[in-house]
């Protein structure tokens, strides 16, 4: 049975395997992200027994079909975001809010948009016992984005989706930039994608191949054949 020092330097040590095992070699530079990553605890944003899976290489599940992102894909999706520290960002299907918190470490603001009641309640309450005073949770449907604050000059929506809703795309600001994973329709890998908002214009270029789940209730209405 470990006490809880011990505890914490495992999973200080583990943070670091993660950021020199998974980041690092995945083209993950940035250096202001890396001590970010570095700084938050992993482990609070999970269900009290998967907290020893915090660091694996992998999506962890959260229930109800949804899940927290694989570090590396979230990582690297941020990192193509390339937050600044006068950025506004929205985190669509923010979950138990580790990359609303991960952002907010970057950037100015960041509004955190959740359609699960239970897993917005815990993003606060972990995010009130860290400190983290500059994410503001909304409560909604999560196609619709979160317009009372909109434009964001960053949109990371923290799952995979099948198509990026237009609502949300509407959100970006001028010169603004969207990062998601587009899920394959066959059920494939799906591919990490950087969005780019330049003269009303969006336009989106691939980043890399993601296995990131689809977020539930993103699907495109089913077209019935007869």
Excluded: W
């Excluded at 815990?122 to 500059?134: F, V, Y």
């Amino acid at each position: 049975m470990h006490h809880l020092g011990s505890l914490m330097t495992d999973f200080a040590l583990a943070r670091r395997n993660m950021i020199d095992g998974q980041l690092r070699p995945n083209r993950v530079t940035n250096a202001t992200l890396l001590t970010a990553v570095a700084d938050l605890p992993r482990e609070r944003f999970l269900p009290d027994g998967l907290s020893s899976v915090a660091y694996a290489d992998d999506d962890v599940p959260l229930g109800g079909g949804r899940f927290l992102m694989e570090p590396m894909v979230l990582v690297r999706l941020a990192q193509a975001l390339q937050p600044s520290a006068e950025t506004k960002a929205l985190v669509v299907a923010s979950g138990r809010g580790y990359g609303a918190a991960l952002l907010s470490r970057l950037v100015k603001s960041v509004t955190a948009l959740e359609s699960a009641v239970a897993l917005a309640s815990s993003a606060q309450q972990t995010m009130k016992e860290l400190g983290i005073e500059n994410v503001q949770h909304v409560v909604g449907p999560m196609e619709a984005g979160a317009p009372e604050t909109a434009p964001y000059d960053v949109i990371l929506i923290e799952g995979a989706v099948r198509e990026i809703p237009q609502a949300i795309l509407d959100q970006l600001a001028e010169g603004g930039r969207l990062a998601t994973v587009v899920a394959s329709p066959n059920g494939g890998l799906g591919v990490a994608q950087l969005v780019l908002k330049e003269g009303g214009v969006t336009s989106g270029r691939p980043l890399f191949d993601a296995g990131t789940p689809a977020l539930p209730g993103f699907a495109p209405p089913p077209r019935f054949s007869f």
